[in-house]
Every structure is written in structure tokens, then in C-alpha cells.
């Protein structure tokens, strides 16, 4: 097997930190919808009232816009580093 270059490695450390990075988040982001949804779901039942599933909205559409920001915020740093 080949040995990286120095900026081979240099390369891939870059990249396993930004993957580290978007971990932390990610896992951030799932702590707080675990947050939202035992705010929104006091006691769970066979149906949703209006007040729950509109709170349960509201988590799901936060939930989909943080995780669109952070995956395209760590596709420009990608992207930066490899030019």
C-alpha cells in the first residue's frame, strides 16, 4: 500500500475533522428534538390533539432546516478544501 503524501494526509485530517464536526452537531441537533418532542408530547395517546401535532410540526420542520444548514455548510468546507 502507497504512503500518503504530506498533503495527502494533511488532506484526509482535514476531512475526518470536518466529519467529527458534523457528528457533534448532528448529535446536538437529535438532542434537541428529543427536547422538543417531550415538550410537544406530554402523554402519549391514540391521537394527536391540534396543539400536539402542531408543536410536533414545528419540531419536524426545525429539525429538517438545521440539518439542510449544517449538511450545506459542511459541503462549502468540503468543497473549499479540496480546491
Known amino acids: 500500500m502507497a504512503e500518503l503524501g504530506e498533503a495527502d494526509e494533511a488532506e484526509l485530517q482535514r476531512l475526518v475533522a470536518a466529519e467529527q464536526q458534523k457528528a457533534q452537531f448532528t448529535a446536538q441537533v ?5 427536547l422538543c418532542w417531550d415538550k410537544c408530547v406530554e402523554k ?11 408543536s410536533l410540526s414545528s419540531c419536524v420542520d426545525c429539525f429538517i432546516d438545521t440539518t439542510l444548514a449544517i449538511t450545506g455548510r459542511f459541503a462549502q468546507i468540503v468543497q473549499k478544501g479540496g480546491q
Do not use: A, K
Not at 437529535?30 to 428529543?34: G, L, R, S, T
Not at 402519549?44 to 402542531?54: A, F, H, K, Q, V
Open 30 to 34: 437529535h438532542h434537541f428534538m428529543e
Open 44 to 54: 402519549p395517546g391514540y391521537r394527536l390533539d391540534s396543539r400536539t401535532e402542531n
